[in-house]
């Protein structure tokens, strides 16, 4: 699976889990990272118990972690 | 509890040694287990050695140095030079067999030149299991593992630890800084520094419970389920903090911190399991 297929099966994987405008990023000197960027609203919930099935869908796309991105909206990388 | 079995199973296997050289790192078990050794041995048949390099947070050097000084543990810091071994610097899945030989061989010395009889590590029973490749230099040097011997767990020495009075009763497990770089990223002093002054950002605000793994330009920060919730809160003072670190984009991880996070992409024949040497 290419870089770009796994960023769209993560991206579709949040938006099953009621997760809408995410953005996924590739990190990791591996590229085994997906990086998420998510809505601030969206916060609360991925940092709570349901982060981690969440996670569990998002991996399932072929990345080994999965992590938030905490740079704050708009901001670069 | 501990049982009184093990208890004095533990004593039996410290006379048994006879007089002994500790690797104290400064962590709960060394700790707990250099204490005891002054109980059983007397301080003069005991010498808790600390292995100085830039893999060892400051923060467990100063708790290995507090600690010795406040218990009446003889104490010595060594300056060990794994980092000058390109085997350990190039960070293959076998890494801590090469820091651990190179510690190992160092403390044999020490307890020769000081006539101590025996050197001794602080794994215990619930380290059967994991990916430990320093277990190998160990038996390679013939050091003892009293606390595994007498088959304690990691909860029976906190309890214990507790009793005793130690401050470590409690202290979150910290491994060398070297465990948060990926295997084939190599360890470097600059990155270790980088890690290492992350975490005590995050040590500042109050976590306890966490790794900040190196990902290359990439921080990725496994916290402890019960308090990633923190995460939210401190956001923009942990963005800022890890970037001034010298990382260029900041992640924390959704699954939170689990231990040895980073062996997860190892093949079953790359493990190397303390109990299966």
């Known amino acids: 699976m290419s870089a770009d297929e796994r960023i769209a ?43 981690v099935s969440i996670a569990d869908a998002v991996k399932a796309a072929g990345f080994r972690y999965v992590a938030l991105d905490l740079a704050p909206a708009g901001a670069d990388g | 509890m501990v049982s009184r079995e093990k208890r004095e199973r533990l004593e039996s296997i410290l ?12 962590g709960v078990d060394s700790v707990f287990l250099a204490r005891v050794a002054v109980d059983v041995l007397g301080a003069d048949r005991v010498l808790a050695v600390t292995g100085k390099s830039d893999s060892i947070a400051s923060w ?13 543990i003889p ?10 071994d390109p085997r350990y610097a190039a960070n293959p899945s076998n890494r801590c067999y090469f820091c651990k030989s190179e510690l190992w061989t160092r403390l044999s010395t ?23 490749p320093g277990a190998v230099a160990a038996s390679e040097n ?35 800084l070297a465990s ?18 992350a975490e005590l950002a995050l040590r500042a605000l109050g976590f306890r419970d966490f790794r900040v793994r190196h990902h290359g ?22 963005h800022a903090a890890v970037l001034e670190a010298g990382f260029t984009r900041v992640l924390v991880d959704l699954q939170g911190y689990r231990r040895g996070a980073l062996n997860e992409g190892l093949a079953a024949g790359q493990l190397v399991q303390l109990g299966g040497r």
């Open chain 2, 60 to 72: 467990m050097e100063d708790t290995a140095r507090d600690v010795a000084r406040d218990f009446g």
């Open chain 2, 110 to 132: 020490v307890a020769h030149e000081h006539g101590l009889k025996t050197v001794l590590d602080g794994s215990n029973a619930d380290d059967v299991g994991d990916h430990r």
């Open chain 2, 217 to 238: 330009d990439v921080a990725r920060l496994e916290v402890h389920p019960a308090e990633i919730h923190r995460v939210a809160e401190h956001r923009a003072t942990i």
């Open chain 2, 75 to 84: 104490w010595l810091e060594v300056e060990t030079r794994e980092m000058d």
């Open chain 2, 15 to 26: 006379r048994e040694c006879e007089s002994v050289v500790i690797g104290y790192s400064g």
């Open chain 1, 9 to 51: 099966a993560a991206e579709r994987a949040l938006a099953d889990h009621g997760v809408y405008g995410a953005t996924v990023e590739v990190e990791g000197h591996q590229r085994e990272i997906a990086a998420v960027h998510v809505p601030s609203d969206d916060w609360e919930r991925l940092m709570g118990p349901d982060g």
């Open chain 2, 142 to 176: 013939a050091v003892r593992s009293p606390l595994l011997e007498a088959g304690l767990t990691k909860a029976e020495i906190r309890a214990w630890s507790h009793e005793l009075g130690l401050p470590t009763w409690d202290q979150p497990a910290a491994p060398c």
């Open chain 2, 180 to 197: 948060r770089l990926p295997y084939g990223l190599s360890v470097t002093p600059e990155r270790l520094r980088q890690v290492e002054d």
